[in-house]
């Protein structure tokens, strides 16, 4: 772990991504908040921000969707209206991005049905 920096390069990826849920949270109204800690995060799926009301069944669709695109989430909380994302210590710059492309499309695809 010292030889190859991980701690390091996991605050460094957790920032990375955090920065671009922070993105997609100002394009996709569901998501209520993004938080977390290097790169364990959690991204708050909610019916209104104002509210804060939580949406089980958005979150339930988004899940199995995101499964189908190759991105394994898991959920959490009360409601079970929290995606947690957890990806492994050596996680490169370019799967961040990669990840954040299909959560995207996910947001999008998902909001439409």
Do not use: N
């Not at 922070?22 to 569901?30: T, Y």
């Not at 998501?31 to 949406?55: C, F, Q, Y």
């Not at 991105?71 to 961040?96: A, K, M, N, Q, Y």
């Amino acid at each position: 772990m010292e030889q190859e920096r991980l701690a390091d390069k996991a605050a460094e990826r957790g920032a990375q991504f955090f920065e671009g849920l922070q993105r997609l949270a100002a394009r996709h109204p569901v998501i209520g908040d993004v938080r977390g800690i290097g790169l364990m995060i959690g991204i708050e799926l909610v019916r209104s921000r104002e509210t804060r009301e939580p949406d089980a069944e958005f979150t339930k669709r988004i899940h199995k969707d995101l499964r189908e695109r190759g991105v394994l989430v898991s959920t959490t909380g009360v409601e079970g209206c929290i995606l947690r994302i957890t990806p492994p210590l050596v996680l490169t710059g370019d799967e961040v991005d990669h990840a954040l492309r299909i959560l995207d499309e996910s947001f999008a695809s998902v909001a439409q049905q």
